[in-house]
């Protein structure tokens, strides 16, 4: 397959240097801790959309049917996955940053990530973040864990010292483990760090989102506004608290997470 026609671009990449985060809906983004995170950044930066994938060649559509909007019997909008690039100025000036929020594919993940490396100049890369989320034995109760694998050695000592836990694992991966690998090939930096979500947690989980994108700014060297976000964690909270006062079998829940995860917390084991 010619990786290069998949990736189209509506503005050349111009910085000196750039950072990448990319975030990917689906297996790797449980309870969308990575994707609101990226998100967030995205528009708190005010990224620009420069370019997208197309995802004819890795996507079936029976799994992830395309979206469509009808009004009063006409054809209004028909979206399949979307996977966009953004761009945004970072300081210094002469330093970028690139945001690629998409979905993880079904298949050809190889062109997948080509698509992506095509337009990055090896030399000129300083750190690629992958961003993913994942269901955990851990209470709200305690900080948010965020753990993370590496490209090199020196990666990993970099992310102990961000507060990000290595992790221990051997099982089935995301598509985060192959831009690892191709990374490396490629002489690129990277790392791909994950959210612990809480297992009840029923939708977003904006508090090990915060965390998450906290360590990501700190691995990156990037400043960005964390305000809207906190506040956000901070009432996703307060909620969960509340419910714990209210609901006698939440609470016995919460706290046996607790004792389990005092007592008998191992490494960070997570889907790669």
């Given at each position: 397959?010619?990786?290069?026609?998949?990736?189209?671009?509506?503005?050349?990449?111009?910085?000196?240097?750039?950072?990448?985060?990319?975030?990917?809906?689906?297996?790797?983004?449980?309870?969308?801790?990575?994707?609101?995170?990226?998100?967030?950044?995205?528009?708190?930066?005010?990224?620009?959309?420069?370019?997208e994938i197309d995802p004819t060649p890795f996507y079936d559509f029976v799994i992830e049917r395309p979206l469509i909007?009808?009004?009063?019997?006409?054809?209004?909008?028909?979206?399949?996955?979307?996977?966009?690039?953004?761009?945004?100025?970072?300081?210094?000036?002469?330093?970028?940053?690139?945001?690629?929020?998409?979905?993880?594919?079904?298949?050809?993940?190889?062109?997948?990530?080509?698509?992506?490396?095509?337009?990055?100049?090896?030399?000129?890369?300083?750190?690629?973040?992958?961003?993913?989320?994942?269901?955990?034995?851990?209470?709200?109760?305690?900080?948010?864990?965020?753990?993370?694998?590496?490209?090199?050695?020196?990666?990993?000592?970099?992310?102990?010292?961000?507060?990000?836990?290595?992790?221990?694992?051997?099982?089935?991966?995301?598509?985060?483990?192959?831009?690892?690998?191709?990374?490396?090939?490629?002489?690129?930096?990277?790392?791909?760090?994950?959210?612990?979500?809480?297992?009840?947690?029923?939708?977003?989980?904006?508090?090990?989102?915060?965390?998450?994108?906290?360590?990501?700014?700190?691995?990156?060297?990037?400043?960005?506004?964390?305000?809207?976000?906190?506040?956000?964690?901070?009432?996703?909270?307060?909620?969960?608290?509340?419910?714990?006062?209210?609901?006698?079998?939440?609470?016995?829940?919460?706290?046996?997470?607790?004792?389990?995860?005092?007592?008998?917390?191992?490494?960070?084991?997570?889907?790669?």
């Open positions: 397959m010619d990786e290069k026609k998949y990736l189209h671009l509506s503005k050349k990449i111009n910085f000196k240097t750039v950072n990448v985060v990319a975030a990917f809906a689906g297996w790797p983004d449980a309870k969308r801790v990575a994707t609101f995170a990226a998100e967030y950044l995205r528009d708190k930066l005010k990224a620009e959309k420069i370019g909007n009808i009004k009063n019997g006409l054809m209004k909008d028909y979206t399949p996955p979307i996977n966009e690039l953004y761009a945004a100025k970072t300081r210094p000036a002469t330093q970028g940053l690139l945001i690629l929020i998409g979905m993880e594919p079904h298949s050809n993940w190889r062109e997948y990530a080509e698509s992506l490396f095509q337009t990055l100049d090896p030399g000129k890369v300083d750190l690629i973040c992958l961003l993913g989320g994942l269901v955990d034995h851990i209470p709200h109760t305690v900080e948010p864990l965020i753990s993370g694998v590496a490209s090199t050695p020196e990666l990993v000592a970099e992310m102990k010292q961000k507060g990000v836990e290595p992790a221990e694992y051997s099982g089935p991966s995301s598509i985060h483990s192959l831009v690892l690998r191709q990374s490396k090939r490629k002489g690129i930096p990277a790392v791909s760090i994950w959210g612990h979500a809480p297992e009840y947690v029923d939708d977003v989980d904006p508090r090990t989102a915060h965390q998450l994108l906290g360590k990501a700014k700190a691995l990156l060297n990037i400043e960005v506004d964390m305000e809207e976000l906190q506040m956000e964690a901070n009432l996703f909270q307060k909620q969960l608290d509340s419910l714990m006062k209210q609901d006698h079998s939440f609470a016995e829940l919460v706290h046996k997470l607790e004792i389990e995860y005092r007592n008998s917390r191992r490494s960070p084991g997570y889907v790669a």
